[in-house]
């Protein structure tokens, strides 16, 4: 049974303008990314915690303190050899809490696992992921936790098996003339 919304439920919501107040300053920066970066995800298991993946290569995780965060520099993940495009924790599926993805403009995607103690070794490398271009986007399936899209450069998105990545991607889509550049 449906009923009719009263009027002032169907008209539009107005328009809200919010501006920052003038000299406001940031509550917590860091130079940490020696270059602008793009990639940041926040972690789904703990709250506050996030990945940053910068123009530098490196990505960082990023720990809630009082005041701010504690950004592990000094322990940045290293593998890709250019721009880190996007990260995403993985949401569900074995290991989930300690699991993160990174893509990246080298063309790569990786699968790091915040347990190991060499930050130069993940877990999973796909060194050619997108036929020789850039990978830019990634997503970890919400129901099955070790599938893994990616999109490219290549106007391809990909759905990998990540136990076994040997196998190539369990699906190619190649529909697309440009660059994908989300998913979901």
Known sequence: MFSRLPMEFAAPAASITVQAPPNSKPIFSSGAHKDEGFAMDFSPHDTGKFLS???DGLTMIWEPVPGGWNVG??????GHESSIEDVQWK???AGAAS???A?????????WDVRETSRKKSALHVPDAHNGTDVNVLSWS???GELLVTGGDDGAFKIWDTRNVKAGPMA?????????????
């Open 53 to 55: 993946g910068g123009n």
């Open 99 to 101: 699991t993160f993805a």
């Open 142 to 144: 919400p129901l099955v």
């Open 103 to 111: 893509c990246s403009s080298d063309g790569s995607y990786r699968v």
């Open 73 to 78: 520099s000094e322990s940045a993940f290293q």
């Open 91 to 93: 949401r569900t599926g």
């Open 172 to 184: 190619n889509f190649l529909w697309h003339r440009k660059p994908i550049t989300s998913v979901d």
